[in-house]
């Protein structure tokens, strides 16, 4: 058993249809970090098989994988998922500051004015904006408020992360929440 069959796996990109007669096949990249997507890039597309993006066209979303030429061969490859670990992740992609890995930010408990509010059940994008999907506390729930709810994770509502305490301090979440 490798040791990254017991880690949780990211899906970051799915495999489309071959296009043409040379092997191409269409790419749809579902992550923040396309840079991790280049000749000799090898990732999971289940708990232990790899593929290698063997070429790679960013402008029409092409890649070639495992040097196939023939879309015959490719075929088996149609709608295939690439995964990634959390630890390959950390390793490939380049954070600027004041950027967050989305699986770093999930968990995290969410506070306005050292009140607690909820905790971060997952991250979306909507648009261009990233927002926190919150599952409000308990406490709150039981005092009549929505049961979750979406604050945008952009300023003015970001006011601090601390990624080693799980813990987001916002601004006017509260109020969205009220809202809700």
Known sequence: MSKHSRE???????IGKTVGIK??????????????FKVGSSFLINKKDRIT??????ERGL??????????????FVNAKLFTTYEETRENCH??????????????EIYEDDKLLGKVQELDRIGATNYLIIVTDESLVESGLPKSFLVPFIEPFK???DIKKKRITLSGALDILEAS
């Open 8 to 14: 949780p796996l990211l899906h970051i990109a799915t």
């Open 23 to 36: 092997g191409d096949m269409k790419f749809h990249d579902k992550s923040d970090f396309p840079e991790q």
């Open 95 to 108: 954070l600027e500051k004041g950027e967050y890995f989305f699986f770093d930010l999930e968990d995290c």
């Open 63 to 76: 890649v070639k994988i495992n040097n196939l030429s023939n879309p015959q061969d490719c075929k088996k």
């Open 53 to 58: 993006l063997t070429e790679v066209n960013e």
């Open 159 to 161: 006011k601090d992360v």
